[in-house]
């Protein structure tokens, strides 16, 4: 397909998503960036970066879950170690996990 078929596929395609991509004007408090979102993910990049990554799926879903639970408690101002505290304590005496949210 040459770039003349390519053109009217993405229009189509743009179109059908345009509402979205003014959610920012027609909606406050959204941002126009997703800088945010960024510096949120900036940590678990450098991360990955320095330690080269996962060697097992047991590790890889270790790092998701701490990394989550780290980044959510500094957005709360709550205490990450308190958080692992409660859960280590829950998962001894066989209680449910503690709530993120």
Same mark, same amino acid.
Not at 4 to 18: M, Q, T, Y
Not at 48 to 70: D, Y
């Given at each position: 397909?040459?770039?003349?078929?390519?053109?009217?596929?993405?229009?189509?395609? /743009?179109? @059908?998503? *345009?509402?979205?991509?003014?959610?920012? $004007?027609? +909606? *406050?408090? %959204? *941002?126009? +960036?997703?800088?945010?979102?960024?510096?949120?993910? =900036?940590r678990a990049v /450098?991360?990955?970066? =320095?330690?080269?990554?996962?060697?097992? @799926?047991?590790?890889? =879903?270790? $790092?998701? =879950?701490?990394?989550? %639970? $780290?980044? +959510?408690?500094?957005?709360?101002?709550?205490? %990450?170690? &308190?958080? /692992?505290? &409660?859960?280590?304590? @829950?998962?001894?005496?066989?209680?449910?996990?503690?709530k993120l949210l």
């Amino acid at each position: 397909m040459g770039s003349a078929g390519r053109l009217p596929a993405f229009c189509e395609n /743009l179109l @059908a998503i *345009e509402p979205a991509l003014w959610t920012f $004007v027609n +909606t *406050e408090g %959204v *941002e126009p +960036t997703n800088n945010f979102m960024e510096r949120l993910l =900036r940590r678990a990049v /450098l991360w990955r970066k =320095r330690s080269f990554g996962c060697t097992s @799926a047991a590790g890889c =879903r270790f $790092v998701e =879950r701490i990394l989550t %639970v $780290v980044q +959510t408690r500094r957005l709360q101002g709550q205490s %990450v170690l &308190d958080y /692992l505290h &409660d859960a280590v304590q @829950a998962h001894r005496t066989g209680q449910p996990c503690p709530k993120l949210l």
